[in-house]
């Protein structure tokens, strides 16, 4: 009954490998290290990319979060419009001021990358989004034009698969011919919508990622394995590895030239081993088990859009995307939606969250648990209608 934010779920076999990688406590840095988990990860990563349909000079790295990927690939994008900046800085240089451009329905953790790169939050700029939720690219085009003709310097475009209110998906081609027109590096942010590029009718979300420099897809998100696991996709890694790459005298001992060192991938020197839990789940579940679940999925996302519908109180907020619904309260102002949200969550049989479309409060439903079934929806959504009920003749 956990339907708020992206739905994630924890299994036996996440667990157990959970259990067998705590004892273990390996530091994933180095090969010499840990070869059984830098051998798993790069194994996982592979499988990744393959069902992802990438092409072979897309290699990735495992993060924690999308928002730790997206800031080292913006750092790569940042290094090769700025040469050098990764040993003399930004500051005291002749440089303009970079750009990123995102949608205004896109992931906050593109202003904390920009804040944490020295690019300055004021310079990601949010373009609006289309009756569908998608970036408009008409305006992406005019905003990259004018801030040419401003001094400026586009860096990055920020394509989102799976907003994070409405889980939409950007049109990832038109954004790719934009970005090679203008130079400009292309990040894909797939953590939420990515994965379901697993699955044979949902190829499509995967048009246009070869054209891409960068892509973020988030496992604990749509493949079951528990949280944190992120695995962040950049064409040509060492374009990745060039820019973190560091090695002490204290460490030159145990890396090998000839194998990889995981720690040359990222800001991070020790890192868990990540990777266990990923390999067991998708042996476990195996890529058909996990289709068939995520379709599921999508079966009562769609169900749960035709309840609201149908209902004379309560109205779509947005088209139904993946497995995420956007509703309200017809004719009631925000606070009444919001209301009905706390009124919900603190009952302790439900948890939902809410959101804002086009100045709007609407109440957020996503799927994703795999103890989520239809009967815990309909359950929910009688509690959705009584809780209206409830709030309606009490006091304000």
């Not at 067998?20 to 988990?37: D, E, F, G, Q």
């Not at 092409?55 to 290094?79: C, K, N, Q, W």
């Amino acid at each position: 009954m956990f339907l708020a934010y992206f739905g994630w779920t924890t299994t036996a076999p996440g667990i157990l490998a959970e259990m067998i990688s705590a004892p273990l406590n390996v530091n994933a840095m180095t090969w010499r290290t840990s070869p059984a988990a830098t051998e798993l990860e790069t194994l996982v990563i592979d499988w990744l990319r393959q069902w992802m349909h990438l092409p072979p000079d897309f290699d990735g790295v495992v993060y924690d979060t999308a928002s730790v990927g997206i800031m080292h690939a913006l750092a790569v994008a940042r290094e090769e419009a700025a040469p050098s900046t990764r040993k003399i800085g930004l500051t005291g240089r002749d440089l303009p001021r970079f750009r990123i451009y995102t949608s205004d329905q896109a992931h906050s953790s593109a202003e904390k990358a920009a804040i944490a790169l020295g690019l300055g939050e004021e310079n990601v700029c949010r373009v609006p989004s289309d009756n569908k939720f998608r970036i408009e690219t008409s305006i992406l085009r005019k905003n990259v034009a004018q801030d040419r003709e401003s001094g400026f310097r586009p860096l990055a475009v920020i394509a989102t698969v799976g907003t994070t209110s409405t889980a939409s998906v950007d049109p990832v081609p038109e954004i790719a011919r934009l970005c090679r027109e203008e130079k400009m590096w292309l990040h894909i942010d797939g953590a939420y919508g990515g994965g379901f590029a697993i699955m044979p009718e949902y190829k499509w979300i995967a048009e246009g990622w070869n054209e891409a420099d960068s892509i973020i897809i988030n496992p604990h998100k749509t493949l079951f394995v528990p949280l944190d696991f992120s695995a962040l996709y950049v064409r040509d890694i060492e374009r990745l590895r060039r820019v973190f790459s560091l090695v002490p005298e204290y460490l030159r001992g145990d890396t090998l030239e000839s194998e990889r060192n995981y720690m040359d991938y990222g800001i991070q020197l020790g890192r868990r081993f990540r990777a266990l839990k990923a390999w067991m789940i998708w042996r476990a579940f195996g890529r058909e088990g996990m289709i068939a679940l995520m379709r599921e999925h999508l079966r009562l996302a769609r169900l749960f859009g035709e309840w609201v519908s149908a209902s004379d109180d309560f109205e779509l907020s947005a088209p139904v995307s993946l497995g995420v619904v956007c509703f309200r309260a017809k004719h009631e102002i925000d606070a009444f939606n919001s209301r009905i949200v706390e009124s919900i969550n603190q009952s302790g049989r439900a948890y939902l969250n809410q959101t804002k479309l086009r100045g709007q409060t609407v109440i957020r439903l996503g799927l994703g648990n795999i103890l989520t079934t239809e009967k815990h929806l309909r359950d929910a959504w009688e509690l959705i209608q009584e809780t209206v009920r409830s709030l309606a003749t009490s006091p304000p």
